[in-house]
């Protein structure tokens, strides 16, 4: 965006904040140069001379896109772009957040929203989607890991601060059924009752009742799945 337009979008954000914008934030306007020609040497030389640094985020990706000669593949093309990115990232222990745009297919898997090949999806460690309508204040959210649980989440428009809030979410309603939930949404892929009942010290009739509870009354994102086994969604 413009330099103007992030002055007065930091200005609403920070209105009720006397320490305004944070110290530690900088922001690049103007020309940028591509992967290739420049840019992973300004963005490392920066994660050097600043190694707390923590979040870079690239606004929009399109802005460090080497030109394509059209005659390569375009996965290919995609992957060799990103990849160096991400690879910059692992290698300062920097989190990098590429926006990008959507394209308009609104069916299949949620990965195929993303505009442009595979490649660009398959080279980052987290892709994370976020699909309204325009002029919509409220969105969803859909994170697809590498290497972990997919999650999806309900956001709403806060004008007030100029971001993306989590609308409301299932809470577990008592202590020991976010016990038991708190194991079942840490495990990796579907548990047997007995050994939830065992995680939590608990008998696996009560445990029962309680993941019965989870679902039935505090809507819960779980699923019975096979014989006696439970998994979080």
Known sequence: GSRRGSYDRFQTMTANDPDGAPERFDILHGAFPEVGDGALDLLGDYCTEYPETELIIVDTLQHLRPTSDGRRNVYHEDYEFVHPIAELGRK??????????????????????????????????????????????????????????????????DGQVQTWIVGDQPTPSTPEREEVWN??????????????????GKKSNTVSKLLDGLKTTDDMPLEKVGRGKYEAL
Not at 183 to 200: E, F, Q, T, W
């Open 92 to 157: 300062t222990d920097t989190s990098i957040l590429l926006v990008h745009h959507l394209n308009k297919i609104q069916n299949g898997d949620q990965l195929d929203k993303v505009s442009g090949s595979t490649g660009l999806t398959g080279a980052v460690e987290n892709v994370m989607i976020l699909d309204r309508a325009r002029g919509e204040t409220k969105a969803e959210l859909s994170v697809r890991p590498r290497e972990d649980r997919e999650e999806d989440f309900d956001l709403e428009f």
């Open 183 to 200: 194991v079942l949404r840490s495990a990796d892929g579907p548990m047997r009752l007995k050994d939830i009942a065992s995680a939590v």
